[in-house]
């Protein structure tokens, strides 16, 4: 019998460190990682998971918004209008 249960132990102990694991990466996976969100940050203001959280709920969504006690996704993607100095309107000089 304390076979069986040491058995258990080491399947448990085997299992729990299998996944675990995955929370683990490899130290230069997560530079990289870091580095991959802060360019895309100062770039669109969005992480990578912003990202990809917009595309598979097709919304306006960023983290970042919960520290503001608002909701992470909105409902629509609104994109800023690039405004050329050609297309102001400029009122005339009375």
Not at 25 to 48: M, N, W
Not at 59 to 85: F, G, H, W
């Amino acid at each position: 019998m304390p076979n069986k249960n040491k058995l258990r132990a080491y399947l448990l102990l085997g299992s729990s460190l299998l996944f675990l694991s995955a929370c683990a990466g490899p130290p230069a996976l997560k530079i990289i990682s870091f580095a991959l969100d802060g360019i895309s940050y100062l770039a669109t203001e969005k992480t990578v998971a912003d990202h990809g959280l917009s595309v598979v709920t097709e919304k306006d969504c960023k983290m970042i918004r919960t520290l503001k006690k608002e909701d992470i996704c909105k409902d629509e993607i609104v994109e800023e209008a690039m405004i050329d100095s050609e297309e102001l309107i400029v009122p005339a000089a009375q």
